[in-house]
């Protein structure tokens, strides 16, 4: 029988994981097909009851229900519920499990840099969907200090109440860093983030969250001042691997034509 996969959100049009896992069924001789699905909030119940039936085989979720789907589980791995955030859904012995699989993306695209977080002081804008994993792998590599910046201060401060050890700063301030972080959409659709980064020197690590373009304004201007650059497209890789990994029990291979099925969309 033909299994079943999604990857539910919203807005969904843009989500490049049907192009990947499908290729990976394809390469593992996997008898699925992975599909996405525009969903609302009143849809989670159902949609996760099926996955109980059987109909569906697994579910990965994006922003905005990475927490919305918490309650529909029964149970969590420890990283998703320390994050309150569940990227990967599988059903095991019967139990709806809810796993989040960004942050081990976002470890394993950290390592392939050969840039050492420890001790370091990481400056993080936007408190989005994705930041929660991000914070927690920051946390185990052992860096010295997070500082976040959000426009809605309110988010922020949420997340505070989450990792006590976060330091927060107005949107539009800026402090000195070892790695910044953009965490926000902007660069999305072309748009700059208006801060001035050219007075902290070179050599810091600037990382973008996306990967589409392949080269924000951010990081265009993070290499013109001399400092290494990295966008977020090994995160989702990764991400995708370990949900993967969770629902087929294989590694699937991460190669030059995975990397070239996700150039441009
Ligand atoms: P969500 O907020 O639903 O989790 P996201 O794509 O994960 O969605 O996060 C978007 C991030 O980009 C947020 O941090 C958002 O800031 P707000 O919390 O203030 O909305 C940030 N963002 C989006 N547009 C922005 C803008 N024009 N200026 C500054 N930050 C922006």
């Known amino acids: 029988m033909m299994k079943q996969y999604f990857v539910i959100g919203n807005p969904i049009d843009h989500s490049l994981s049907p192009k990947l896992h499908?290729?990976?069924?394809?390469?593992?001789n996997i008898k699925a097909v992975y599909d996405k699905k525009q969903t609302n909030e009143e849809d989670l119940k159902l949609i996760l009851h099926e996955i109980k039936e059987k109909k569906i085989n697994g579910i990965n979720v994006t922003v905005p229900f990475k927490k919305?789907?918490?309650?529909f589980l029964d149970?969590?791995?420890?990283?998703?519920?320390q994050t309150q955030s569940v990227n990967t859904i599988i059903l095991k012995n019967n139990n709806l499990e809810g796993h989040n699989t960004?942050?081990?993306g976002f470890t394993k695209a950290i390592k392939n840099l050969n840039f050492n977080l420890e001790s370091k002081k990481i400056f993080i804008l936007g408190a989005g969907g994705v930041v929660p994993s991000i914070i927690f792998a920051l946390n185990k590599m052992n860096v010295s200090q997070i500082i976040i910046s959000n426009r809605t201060k309110k988010k922020a401060e949420d997340l505070k109440s989450q990792f006590h050890s976060l330091e927060i700063l107005d949107w539009g301030d800026i402090t000195d860093f070892d790695?910044?972080?953009?965490?926000?959409?902007l660069g999305l659709n072309k748009e700059s983030i208006n801060l001035d980064f050219s007075k902290f020197g070179n050599n810091k690590l600037f990382y973008d969250v996306i990967y589409n373009p392949i080269e924000t304004?951010?990081?265009?201007e993070g290499k013109k001042l001399g400092n290494k650059t990295e966008n977020g497209k090994l995160m989702f890789i990764y991400q995708a691997f370990e949900a993967f990994k969770l629902w087929h029990g294989v590694e699937p291979p991460i190669n030059s034509e995975v990397l070239e099925l996700l150039k441009n969309d």
């Open 75 to 81: 149970k969590l791995s420890n990283e998703a519920e």
């Open 217 to 220: 304004n951010f990081l265009r």
């Open 22 to 28: 499908n290729y990976w069924f394809k390469t593992n």
């Open 68 to 71: 919305a789907v918490i309650p």
């Open 179 to 185: 790695v910044i972080i953009n965490a926000t959409s």
């Open 102 to 104: 960004d942050i081990s």
